[in-house]
């Protein structure tokens, strides 16, 4: 290193090193996510990640993590041993030669003493582990699978039954039929071979508390996909010569909206490769934001803005986090998230 001069590296830092997972259900398997942001200035590589023991699954982010984005790693727990717990995660990275640890603790019972932990979307006799549901990370030919989970908090028995169901998704119930207090679940299976557009896809379903139930905004329960687009057969050389995307910021904290009816930030998108970066989708995953963009086509060396608006009025109308989606032609970060704080 000549005077002094820093080596460009990958660096990681994680969102939280230890999750809670308070009270758990006997048998019945649960997931906790960690979030590994690369604050260095070379891609960031998750090589491997060992469990403390084969109770533990685990998954992570297999691509290379560009400089300033996210990559993820998801634990789930069997739940097949009766209470307290406390299981580690080592994860190997090109960041460093030692691992770093992520732990995860807990307590497995036979009977919920609270089910609004584990299950905080009341429906009435009916509660959901959550009411949004996420398919990220999509490549065509895919079928990826998401586990609700459901407890029957009445005495009679129940049958439950997801309406308007899109074609590219399908639902299997474990049991069919839930007795009063039981927990059971719901798998959504995602068919990408039949989504129509790369990027994002929304869409809403609905869970029949009883015969003949309705469909409302009490019953909704949104689903996103986002499908990516497909870069296996680019060469050594097209890579090289590939548009690279840079954002001046992939999180906007705009704070508190006060008495303001909409609030905006600009992100600048810069191109540093050698040939144009195209932005192919500029989505949003919910209606309390709105977006423009000054060029789709942004030149080497050129930059363009991206103006991102918030709308006050529907803020305590939406289930999931403000975000901007971002689809590009450059295959080291053909997405890429823009997130949004904001308090009403």
């Not at 960041?95 to 770093?100: F, V």
């Not at 990027?199 to 309705?214: F, K, M, P, W």
Request: proline fraction near 5%; glycine fraction near 6%.
């Amino acid at each position: 290193m000549l005077g002094g001069a820093a080596v460009a590296q990958p660096r990681l830092t994680v969102d939280r090193d230890v999750a809670n997972m308070g009270e758990i259900m006997f048998q019945l398997p649960s997931k906790v996510s960690f979030t590994l942001r690369n604050t260095g200035d070379e891609p960031l590589g998750i090589t491997e990640v060992i469990p403390s023991c084969g109770c533990t699954a685990v998954e992570w982010t297999r691509e290379l993590i560009a400089p300033g984005a996210e990559g993820t790693v998801t634990a789930v727990y069997d739940a097949k041993m009766l209470g307290s717990f406390q299981k580690d995660l080592e994860v190997y990275t090109n960041a460093s030669g030692e691992p770093i640890y992520l732990h995860m603790q807990g307590r497995v019972v036979s009977k919920l003493s609270d089910y609004s932990g584990s299950f905080p979307v009341d429906l009435g006799h009916v509660r959901l582990n959550t009411d949004n549901v996420e398919f990220d990370n999509v490549n065509r030919g895919d079928r990826p699978m998401v586990e609700l989970q459901i407890v029957n908090t009445g005495r009679k028995s129940y049958k439950p039954y997801l309406m308007h169901l899109p074609a590219y998704l399908s639902a299997q119930y474990f049991p069919e039929q839930l007795n009063g207090g039981r927990m059971g679940k719901i798998l959504l299976t995602l068919d990408s071979e039949k989504l129509h557009q790369m990027g994002l896809t929304q869409t809403s379903i609905y869970l029949a508390r009883e015969v003949g139930d309705r469909v409302s905004e009490e019953n909704e329960i949104t689903v996103s996909a986002v499908l990516l687009p497909d870069f296996s057969s680019l060469s050594v050389k097209d890579r090289e010569l590939a548009p690279q995307m840079e954002l001046s910021a992939d999180t906007l904290d705009m704070g508190e909206m006060g008495r303001k009816r909409k609030k905006s930030m600009t992100v600048e998108v810069r191109n540093t490769g050698k040939r144009t970066l195209e932005i192919r989708s500029l989505q949003v995953f919910n209606k309390a934001l709105t977006v423009s963009l000054s060029d789709r086509n942004v030149s080497p060396g050129e930059t363009a803005q991206l103006k991102v608006t918030v709308w006050d009025k529907y803020l305590d109308k939406v289930k999931n986090t403000p975000r901007v989606l971002l689809i590009t032609n450059d295959p080291a970060r053909s997405k890429e998230i823009i997130t949004v704080k904001v308090k009403p």
